[in-house]
């Protein structure tokens, strides 16, 4: 069965310092994997995705995602975080079974940049 | 702009009071999700849609009914609310195969 974990519920960060988030994958066969983010009382926000290619993937707002099949990792990166990144985030695998579209998602780690 | 639009934002409705929270596309997307999402946990599936074909996850309550009258529109009616009810309803929609999960910016439901 598919799954991802975010061995992380919090990350606390200073502001200007580079960031990761944390997210392991278990699938078979190649994985769709997918970073979300979420402010308070709105919905999930797209951030990036890797599907095939390179195994670096840039994003939104400044965000990046390293695929790392041999670790089975795909962790979040951002080079200088602002406050405005506080926020929840989710890491996610698309299920591959045939004829679902469902997609998994991780427990979440909520990002806190401190001033 | 291409979105996922969800309405009302807010609703309150009463124990055991029907309830109706709505969702609609301009993506023109073939499926569309929703789920359920508590305090900060994992959005957990209800049930999705792959066009007018309908797919209920195992442990989705029976109070919890779907609809989805054409490609653009989808709802979510809850039957008789309880307080455990009480949660962020979220509307999503992807292509379906590799294509990404667009989300609209929920509807938080409170049981009085």
């Known amino acids: 069965a598919q799954s991802v974990a975010q061995p992380e519920d919090q990350v606390n960060v200073a502001e200007g310092n580079p960031l990761t988030v944390k997210c392991t994958y278990s699938?078979?066969?190649?994985?769709?994997l997918f970073w979300y983010v979420q402010y308070p009382n709105r919905g999930l926000q797209f951030l990036l995705k890797?599907?095939?290619?390179?195994?670096l993937v840039k994003g939104s707002y400044g965000f990046e995602a390293e695929f790392n099949k041999s670790q089975t990792s795909f962790h979040l990166k951002k080079p200088s975080a602002l406050v405005s990144d506080s926020a929840l985030y989710f890491c996610a695998v698309r299920d591959i079974q045939p004829g679902t579209y469902k997609y998994i998602f991780g427990t979440g780690t909520r990002l806190k940049v401190l001033a | 702009d291409a979105m996922v639009i969800q309405n009302p934002r807010y609703q309150v409705t009463q124990f055991g009071k029907p309830v109706t929270l709505s969702c609609s596309q301009t993506?023109?997307?073939?499926?569309m999700y929703w789920y359920q999402q508590k305090s900060s946990q994992a959005p957990k599936l209800l049930f999705h849609?792959?066009?007018?074909?309908?797919?209920n996850e195992a442990d989705t309550p029976d109070n919890f009914q779907s609809r989805r009258p054409n490609t653009s529109f989808c709802f979510l009616d809850i039957r008789s609310p309880g307080l455990g009810d009480a949660a962020m309803y979220l509307c999503a929609t992807s292509s379906g195969s590799q294509g990404t999960q667009y989300f609209g910016p929920g509807t938080r439901l409170l049981v009085l």
């Open positions: 890797y599907i095939t290619g390179d195994n």
């Open positions: 993506l023109n997307h073939n499926v």
């Open positions: 699938v078979s066969g190649n994985p769709y």
């Open positions: 849609y792959y066009d007018k074909d309908f797919n």
